[in-house]
């Protein structure tokens, strides 16, 4: 037997074990809990020079200021205790104001305000937006807007990319919005598109100035970077030979035939969980595949990936009123979980304004879809007005020519959402 054998048995094994009842998460971390990194990205890095197609790039310009939060890995998955001492461990990264009430600086402020940010932006090839290419974006934004934008890492996938919170705002603002794309992997036209939706708000210093005077806003613009990666380009440009060896066992177990059209729909992350199912929202009543999978394999508990730990802790942290998930499937907003009263109202309401300006109808038929999503979680636990925009046509991978039209429907969807 080589070694080449034995790496897939052992990672066999890994997998085998996490059916039987060991928590993916538990083991990516090596530890009985999800440790939860929140990193404070200095703005001060060296000459950037934009990455050529298909170029890996690293943050090691950027200076790490690193934080830890504790994430409890259980089905209720941070209590309000949990959450408590992570506001606490955050505050040193946050944004200090002596006078609190005064407007959030403009992008005009900034003396590198003149950059064209659509320029940044790869416009030009969406299907090879890539992990490097939206940090190398991410970067020079917040060069060019150091009093505006500070991005932070929530922590460290299975695969070892960040995942990446950009603030934009005064951390200190009354009220927070999150605004994420790229939960599943092959569906990553959503983090162009939520790049570009941030590009535009910081060359409108009018209006952006307008909101931010009481109002920050997180962009987690690729919730999952292992499943993008993997969707993208297959097992060449993972990290680390156990999670090649582990996609290998699970395309296995998936009875996968044609290896490169299996990778290429790739919805899981890098361990076989799908991040949108789970979150503690009807999870111990959806089914799903039993075991890891490319798609819609729930985990062995709530929240004990690395994706939805951050998610769930940055949600507890800051209580959002307001929360927005970019998807890809057939050009509908979901808004609905069951929810009664003003809740029901806010979410409703802002699901109407949101299709005003898309063209998207609304969807209220929860009890047909899979639960367990972060959208369902936020509204049935938490009470935000939450909601699933589903851009594109037909299958994922959305056709990178569709992506003029996704950002003509949804380019005035910031305004809308911050106004309402």
């Known amino acids: 037997m080589d070694n080449g054998q034995k790496k897939i048995i052992a990672a066999g094994i890994l997998a085998v074990a996490v059916t039987a009842g060991i928590c993916i998460g538990t083991v990516a971390f090596v530890s009985s809990r999800a440790d939860v990194q929140v990193t404070a990205l200095a703005a001060e890095s060296k000459k950037d020079k934009k990455a050529?197609?298909?170029?890996?790039?690293?943050?090691?310009?950027?200076?790490?200021?690193?934080?830890?939060?504790?994430t409890e890995t259980k089905d209720e998955p941070v209590s309000e205790t949990s959450s408590a001492n992570a506001e606490e461990s955050l505050a040193d990264q946050e944004k200090t104001s002596e006078n609190p009430g005064?407007?959030?600086?403009?992008p005009e402020s900034?003396?590198?305000?003149?950059?064209?940010l659509n320029e940044i932006i790869v416009d030009k090839d969406p299907a090879l937006y890539s992990y490097e290419d939206m940090e190398h974006d991410m970067k020079l934004w917040e060069k060019a807007f150091p009093q505006l934008i500070t991005i932070n890492s929530l922590g460290k996938t299975f695969?070892?990319?960040?995942?990446?919170?950009?603030?934009?705002?005064?951390?200190?603002?009354p009220n927070h919005v999150m605004i994420n794309a790229s939960i599943h992997a092959r569906e990553y036209i959503t983090t162009q598109l939520v790049m570009k939706q941030t590009a535009a708000f910081l060359q409108n210093p009018e209006t952006s100035g307008q909101y931010l005077n009481d109002t920050v806003i997180h962009v987690i613009p690729m919730i999952n970077p292992d499943g993008v990666t993997i969707s993208q380009f297959g097992l060449d440009k993972l990290n680390k030979q156990e999670t090649k060896d582990l996609v290998q066992v699970i395309s296995q177990l998936d009875g996968a035939s044609d290896m490169n059209s299996y990778l290429r729909r790739w919805k899981a992350n890098a361990q076989g969980v799908d991040v949108n199912r789970n979150f503690d929202a009807l999870w111990e009543d959806y089914g799903g595949p039993a075991q890891v999978s490319s798609d819609r394999y729930k985990g062995e508990a709530v929240g004990c990936i690395p994706e939805s730990a951050a998610l769930i802790q940055l949600t507890n942290t800051y209580n959002f009123v307001k929360t927005v998930s970019y998807h890809t499937q057939g050009g509908v907003i979901y808004w609905y979980f069951g929810q009664t009263g003003e809740l029901r109202d806010k979410t409703e309401g802002m699901a109407q304004a949101v299709s005003a300006v898309t063209g998207y109808p609304l969807d209220a038929n929860y009890q047909n879809l899979d639960p367990a999503g972060y959208k369902d979680w936020a509204i049935s636990k938490k009470g935000i007005p939450s909601l699933t925009i589903e851009v594109g046509r037909d299958t994922s991978p959305v056709d990178p020519a569709q992506f003029q039209e996704i950002w003509n429907k949804n380019k005035e969807v910031w305004s809308v959402i911050l106004n309402y």
Do not use: C, F, H, L
């Open 52 to 70: 050529s197609k298909g170029q890996e790039e690293s943050t090691a310009g950027m200076e790490k200021k690193e934080k830890e939060i504790s």
């Open 102 to 106: 005064e407007s959030q600086p403009s």
């Open 110 to 116: 900034s003396a590198a305000a003149q950059v064209d």
């Open 159 to 173: 695969d070892g990319r960040e995942i990446y919170d950009m603030v934009i705002g005064d951390i200190n603002a």
